[in-house]
């Protein structure tokens, strides 16, 4: 039962800061277990946060506003939220949902009168290769078919608990599907950290930032980091999370920064719909990722890291949690580590449903505890991040490969992918193909050859680089994946021949809308615009000058846009009328404009209240 029957919302409030102390850098996480804890966040609890951790009122609301799976509005002691990714659609997750909902008796994005249950759509849920997929009480459930919905819907009927559902409901594979180099062979635990420590002598023990510049222990600790970033330097690593930015100097940015107190983030959000290599580097290889974080933490000279993940992975919190007290009690974690004066440890952080706070400056206020809204790009974090202090942020990937690099050395890894791409890349392979999952290649493998190894050669056309990246036809699967060539954060959705892949540009630019902070109006205006001239093509009412207008509001969007959602969120749609002319061409009526706006069809709810169905109860298009 939830604990929205049984607990007092003051005495829960009381237990919850006894964890996380009445810190307001603390307020999303107290969130999420409030959430958790009651299926909503209660006005009185939100109040008693308020007093307790001295912010505003209004502060409070606004973060529980910002975040999708916060509510402020009561949700039922079940709580469904279907994936809506392209992949899942393509799976029949609508059909799905509304089968769900019509055996539970129950609207979507509603609440049962019972209070029993809630259904909702969410975005991708990091589950594209096992799909459809949906998460109940935020934990997954895989390869959704009619038999399992409508198990489901007879156990939420029966009032059995979700802890007592099938296990294999629950099912998530990590489904590696091809290791290459790097991912092949595990790393030891602590051995990428031993050889960062050996670099400078004999290990020698106590090291503290208090210590004199030229004490000699802190200077062999000192010495054993600055040989660390030189192989980093060596192996040429460019972060895994898109933006593709060096490595090593984005470290040595830290490390010679002027302020006192360093910090490093790994961002785990992985948001961008299609996506999910983390998933599967945290499940299979989480050891390796934390000991990619401590390594920078001795590079650059911080005592503390953070985790930031995304709420769709919280199934993988006790995991994460045991392998961080694993790391602490072999002495790879905390203070000492491995009998040295080197400290460092990990928290995990967790968000809370917004696809934004996957970019590192958004992700930085969510992590301080405030609405994810990014920044100007200046100052960087790496000179003022976290807590305004000098801030390393990487991805799941990047982290991982740093670990590798300092255990095996930078020339190892430089030996495989391109001049400007050095080493493998994950990539996360989803759609029409006989074998999803999750691929490792050397930077510079052909598109081909991956659609190949998956089993989707017949494509039509595949988004690389999730919707934010690009889109490709036939004639580009010679193309090479680095980022010389075609840019990737490791995503590929596949199209099969046929697949109308205008339901991808509609599912898109609906999740950008949705997305979109809306602190800028080039994004918050230009996202609704582009998916208004989207469903008016998807009706036939589309005309030449709708392209223009189309191809005007993404020029502004590029150009204009706060961040680089706004800058991106376009692309899908101006490769599509580049490279998919069909998609389009064929959704015109005429080629005059047409108003979006249908007046006859606006009527259709008020004819269906009233039940007219008579002609004189339509409009043609010369009297609307």
Excluded at 490 to 507: E, H, Q
Aim: proline share 4%; net charge neutral; hydrophobic share 40%.
């Amino acid at each position: 039962m939830s604990l929205a029957h049984t607990a007092d919302p003051q005495e829960a409030v009381s237990r919850i800061l006894q964890r996380h102390g009445r810190d307001p850098g603390e307020l999303l996480q107290i969130l999420v277990e409030v959430q958790h804890a009651f299926h909503h966040i209660p006005e009185e609890v939100m109040a008693l946060l308020s007093e307790r951790l001295g912010v505003p009122l209004v502060r409070v609301r606004g973060v529980v506003s910002f975040y999708s799976f916060l509510s402020p509005v009561p949700q039922g002691e079940v709580v469904i939220h279907f994936s809506d990714n392209i992949t899942d659609r393509m799976g029949g997750n609508a059909e799905l949902a509304s089968l769900l909902c019509e055996r539970l008796g129950v609207a979507l994005g509603e609440t049962r009168r019972d209070g029993r249950v809630s259904v909702h759509m969410t975005s991708c849920t990091g589950m594209s290769d096992q799909g459809p997929a949906a998460l109940v009480d935020y934990l997954p459930l895989t390869r959704l078919d009619t038999a399992r919905i409508r198990q489901i819907a007879d156990l939420v009927n029966a009032g059995v608990p979700v802890s007592g559902w099938p296990r294999d409901f629950f099912t998530v594979e990590t489904q590696i599907r091809r290791s290459d180099v790097v991912f092949r062979t595990p790393l030891e635990p602590g051995a990428g950290l031993r050889a960062s420590l050996e670099r400078g002598g004999e290990i020698l023990p106590a090291w503290a930032e208090d210590m004199a510049p030229g004490d000699a222990t802190r200077h062999h600790l000192e010495r054993g980091g600055a040989e660390t970033l030189k192989e980093i330097y060596r192996s040429e690593l460019r972060g895994r999370g898109g933006a593709g930015f060096k490595t090593a100097i984005k470290w040595e940015s830290v490390r010679n920064g002027k302020m006192g107190g360093r910090y490093v983030l790994c961002n785990a959000d992985e948001g961008e719909p299609g996506t999910f290599k983390d998933r599967a580097l945290l499940t299979d290889h989480a050891d390796t990722v934390f000991e990619g974080m401590t390594i920078c933490g001795q590079v650059v000279g911080s005592k503390k890291g953070i985790l930031y993940i995304r709420q769709e992975y919280w199934y993988l919190k006790e995991h994460l949690e045991g392998v961080l007290n694993r790391r602490r009690e072999a002495g790879l974690l905390g203070r000492g580590i491995l009998g040295t004066g080197l400290e460092f440890d990990i928290q995990i952080h967790w968000g809370a449903g917004a696809y934004i706070c996957g970019m590192e400056s958004a992700m930085i206020k969510s992590i301080e505890g405030r609405r994810g809204i990014p920044r100007r790009r200046w100052p960087l974090p790496v000179h003022m991040g976290y807590m305004k202090k000098p801030t390393v942020v990487n991805n799941v990937e990047t982290f991982a490969a740093a670990a590798l690099i300092s255990a095996r050395g930078g020339a190892w890894f430089a030996y495989n992918g391109t001049s400007q791409s050095s080493g493998t890349k994950l990539f996360c392979v989803s759609g029409d193909c006989a074998r999803p999952g999750v691929y490792e290649y050397p930077f510079g493998v052909t598109l081909r050859e991956v659609l190949r190894d998956c089993g989707g050669e017949e494509a039509q056309g595949a988004q690389v680089g999730g919707p934010s990246g690009t889109m490709v036809n036939q004639g580009e699967f010679d193309r090479r994946i680095c980022f010389e060539d075609l840019g990737s954060t490791g995503t590929l959705m596949i199209f099969g021949p046929g697949r109308d892949m205008f339901d991808a540009v509609k599912n898109f630019a609906g999740f950008f809308q949705h997305e979109s902070c809306g602190l800028c109006a080039p994004c918050r205006v230009g996202t609704t615009l582009l998916a208004n001239y989207v469903r008016k093509f998807d009706r036939g009412w589309g005309s030449p000058l709708d392209i223009a207008e189309i191809e005007h509001i993404a020029q502004v969007m590029k150009t204009m846009a706060h961040c680089g959602l706004g800058q991106s969120a376009s692309l899908h749609i101006t490769d599509s009328i580049r490279k998919f002319p069909d998609l389009w061409n064929g959704r015109m009526q005429t080629r005059e404009f047409i108003p979006a706006f249908d007046l006859d069809d606006a009527l259709a709810e008020a004819r269906s209240l009233t039940g007219r169905k008579d002609p004189a109860a339509h409009l043609t298009r010369e009297e609307a």
